[in-house]
T-cell receptor, first 117, second 112 residues
């Protein structure tokens, strides 16, 4: 099976702009989670989508949003970019993304490296 | 709030030496997962531990879940250059904000 794919791989934006990142999960996986990875904060959970519904949301401002389509592909959007949004954004898919407590194995994509100037 | 910590933050070893990273949670975990991220790469799932005191082995890697289910360790025997990377532990979050909480990771360098 093909792995998780993310596009674009690299992105450079300026402050105030908005950006949309895309993630295609492993075929058959219905859960997609997004993470932000920075040297200072490490891996932080943004949100999870399952069957087109946001099931869990991390402690990030409303500028960060996402959605999932009927084919399980997901997008995340960041509006009004700030310098601090520069990070590696990782998407992870899992077969069921079981709710609580989380026990599913996550398969990460290569990430999108976002630089905000 | 809930915290997952890892020590050490960095470890440099000579090839062939052993390596251990420790993961400590402020709360009891129902399970713990370990991931490896190579430089420039993405996290890759290694293993999940569920039972108290559980020990699992994958070739030269030994994973252990503490009796109280609040700590875990990863031990690598006779490190190789292919072991280079950052090792993360991750546990399920308790709040609606955290589906899963990752530790800060231990970065392993192997000197050939």
């Amino acid at each position: 099976k093909a792995g998780v794919t993310q596009t674009p791989r690299y992105l450079i934006k300026t402050r105030g702009q908005q950006v949309t990142l895309s993630c295609s999960p492993i075929s058959g996986h219905r859960s997609v989670s997004w993470y932000q990875q920075t040297p200072g904060q490490g891996l932080q959970f943004l949100f999870e989508y399952f069957s087109e519904t946001q099931r869990n949301k991390g402690n990030f401002p409303g500028r960060f949003s996402g959605r999932q389509f009927s084919n399980s592909r997901s997008e995340m959007n960041v509006s009004t970019l700030e310098l601090g949004d520069s990070a590696l954004y990782l998407c992870a898919s899992s077969p069921t993304g079981q709710g609580r407590p989380f026990t599913d194995t996550q398969y990460f994509g290569p990430g999108t490296r976002l630089t905000v100037l | 709030g809930q915290q997952v910590m890892q020590i050490p933050q960095y470890q440099h070893v000579q090839e062939g030496e052993d390596f251990t990273t420790y993961c400590n949670s402020s709360t009891t975990l129902s399970n713990i997962q370990w991931y490896k991220q190579r430089p420039g790469g993405h996290p890759v799932f290694l293993i999940q531990l569920v039972k108290s005191g559980e020990v699992k082995k994958q070739k030269r890697l030994t994973f252990q879940f503490g009796e109280a289910k609040k700590n875990s360790s990863l031990h690598i025997t006779a490190t190789q250059t292919t072991d280079v990377g950052t090792y993360f532990c991750a546990g399920p979050g308790e709040t609606s904000y955290d589906k899963v909480i990752f530790g800060p990771g231990t970065s392993l360098s192997v000197i050939p």
